[in-house]
């Protein structure tokens, strides 16, 4: 009984960290910006969301940008001003074997 418990927890185990060594993470990348002309009607939370994806949460995109921009969250943007967006970036994670072959 102990034998079988100790099989399914290793089981479990290696796939588990195999799943998280395989799953890319995202984050926005606030070196590497695009540049967005503000149109008539534009807020942050509607050019958040514009460029945001399923990965990232608006909420996040939204703070990034009213900090690139040093701008309040709920500002009144003015048509013809330049802002930044932030670009999101996958990092790949690596295979479990590469990450054991590298740390040997």
Do not use: C
């Amino acid at each position: 009984m102990k034998r079988d418990f100790l099989i399914v927890f290793s089981m479990f185990l290696t796939l588990t960290v195999s799943y998280f060594m395989n799953t890319p993470s995202i984050e926005l990348d606030m070196q590497n910006v695009r540049t967005v002309t503000v149109k008539t009607g534009d807020t942050v939370w509607g050019l958040a969301s514009q460029y945001t994806n399923d990965h990232i949460d608006v909420r996040e995109m939204v703070h990034a940008v009213s900090t690139l921009n040093k701008l309040d969250e709920t500002a009144n943007l003015e048509p013809g001003r330049t802002l930044k967006i932030p670009t999101v970036k996958t990092k790949n994670a690596k295979l479990f074997t590469e990450y054991l072959a590298q740390n040997e």
